[in-house]
């Protein structure tokens, strides 16, 4: 299994950005689709965005569409969460998980239970 360290989180204002970066250790990371999860308080863990072994293929959650972009960098073993437009409302620990798929459609990959490595998480907090 891929061993995942999240970075990049923080306090942002509303209609702030945010990077995350997600850095993996092990030789499957470029085989491997890649996804984003978060967790606000007192709720359950959502899925965010999912990436393609490839980076061909891309996946987001509905109200992040064309605020949050999911990148990745092979050679680096990386994969990104590029957070625009950022709201209230996107305040959670965000969690960066490798799947047991290459690829998959989307609703595959936004359910946890296609991945089987995950990271400690980071915390982002947007203040209104």
């Known amino acids: 299994q891929l061993q995942l360290v999240e970075s990049g989180g923080g306090l942002v204002q509303a209609g702030g950005s945010l990077r995350l970066s997600c850095a993996a250790s092990?030789?499957?990371?470029?085989?491997?689709?890649m996804g984003w999860f978060r967790q606000a308080p007192g709720k359950e863990r959502e899925f965010v965005a999912a990436i393609s072994w490839s980076g061909g293929s891309t996946y987001y959650e509905d109200s992040v569409k064309g605020r949050f972009t999911i990148s990745r960098d092979n050679d680096k073993n990386t994969v990104y969460l590029q957070m625009n437009s950022l709201k209230p409302g996107d305040t959670a620990v965000y969690y960066c998980a490798a799947s047991h798929y290459s690829d998959h459609d989307r609703p595959t990959l936004g359910t946890s239970g296609a991945y089987n490595s995950w990271g400690q998480g980071t915390q982002v907090t947007v203040s209104s």
């Open positions: 092990g030789r499957t990371f470029s085989n491997t689709a």
